[in-house]
């Protein structure tokens, strides 16, 4: 069936784009184009080729444009959209899309983020600590940028650490991808707050997430106008029809 055995994912794609406005215009960051394709056809060729049984849009902003673009168009897998009618937010917008989904666990996506890793031992070892929920972690060489992941002894998630432009060091991040049980949805349904990361997260209590550093994994997102023009070294080459 494939790595991830058929698991639901949400793909994040509503947000602004407000860094990468002066390249975009009003193009939505999903559909960015990385080797002459929208990123969001390789993102669904990766869930698909993955064994995702289905892919969830959550969208927002630019809506009209994401649902223009995959109508009319062979889709690797299937899609449902769910378009929220004000911004929520990340956390906002999953509470809207979980409901369209019907797996456990389910997998939470950033919309601008590509990560290859080994999602089978990600999913197995989500399974196998029978937390709420399970972060995907890659190491980098400078976390200032991104905020860092620290860990408990029992590979539990410590703490979140703000972005902090002082601190270049290397460590773990949060990769883009987390898997939540059936009891981590209930939980975010009954939180409150805009920010998935420090609104819901952030607050769960002690050992609630495993964080699953995922070793070799290759990582970027496409949120500024440098990392969205060196994406085209990492994801895929442009495929011929």
Not at 58 to 64: P, S
Request: hydrophobic residues 50%; aromatic residues 4%; glycine residues 14%.
């Amino acid at each position: 069936m494939g790595d991830l055995e058929g698991v639901d994912a949400v793909i994040l794609a509503g947000g602004l784009g407000t860094r990468i406005r002066g390249v975009l215009g009003d193009l939505p960051k999903v559909l960015a184009p990385v080797n002459r394709r929208p990123f969001l056809d390789h993102l669904l060729d990766q869930l698909a080729a993955l064994g995702v049984g289905r892919a969830i849009l959550a969208l927002g902003v630019g809506a009209d444009r994401v649902l223009a673009h995959l109508a009319g168009r062979p889709l690797p897998l299937p899609v449902v959209s769910v378009v929220e009618s004000a911004p929520l937010g990340t956390a906002g917008a999953l509470r809207l899309a979980i409901a369209a989904g019907t797996t456990d666990p389910l997998l939470v996506l950033n919309g601008d983020t590509w990560l290859e890793a080994d999602f089978a031992a990600f999913l197995a070892a989500h399974r196998a600590a029978a937390r709420l929920g399970s972060l995907l972690c890659v190491g980098v060489e400078d976390v200032a940028r991104y905020g860092r992941i620290d860990t408990a002894p029992d590979g539990t998630v410590a703490r979140f650490v703000e972005k902090d432009p002082d601190h270049r060091d290397p460590g773990l991040i949060h990769g883009g991808a987390l898997l939540l049980s059936r009891a981590g949805l209930g939980a975010l349904a009954g939180a409150c707050g805009p920010s998935l990361e420090r609104d819901f997260l952030a607050r769960l209590p002690p050992g609630s997430l495993l964080a699953h550093a995922a070793a070799g994994a290759r990582f970027i997102d496409i949120g500024t106008p440098d990392s969205l023009a060196r994406a085209g070294t990492v994801l895929p080459g442009e495929t011929t029809p």
